[in-house]
Nanobody, 115 residues
């Protein structure tokens, strides 16, 4: 069973925006800090943003700070990533997971930033 289902990726021009979603089962999502990760071709997977259980605590990688916003809806067991001012370097497959207790990865969603 795939624990996370990521969606919302696509092809966007530089400067554009996308909103990613990651849905999970309650047993996996509830009570856990959640994070978005990304992996570009030929590179290691890196953490992009994380959010605490209530949504009040967030952190971001320097490379996305001020451009990306992470949020969660605990009623829907879903975490979001609003991505603005996208750059070609943001091109990657984006995943979500629990940073304090990693579990199986989902299929991810491809984000391609290109003119």
């Amino acid at each position: 069973q795939v624990p996370f289902v990521e969606s919302g990726g696509g092809l966007v021009q530089p400067g554009g925006s996308l909103r990613l979603s990651c849905a999970a089962s309650e047993s996996i999502f509830r009570g856990w800090r959640m994070a978005w990760y990304r992996q570009a071709t030929g590179k290691q997977r890196e953490a992009v943003a994380s959010i605490g259980t209530s949504g009040s605590s967030t952190s971001y990688a320097d490379s996305v700070k001020g451009r990306f916003t992470i949020s969660r809806d605990n009623a829907k067991n879903t975490v979001y990533l609003q991505m603005n001012s996208l750059k070609p370097d943001d091109t990657a497959v984006y995943y979500c997971n629990r940073p304090n207790s990693l579990t199986n990865w989902g299929q991810g969603t491809q984000v391609t930033v290109s003119s």
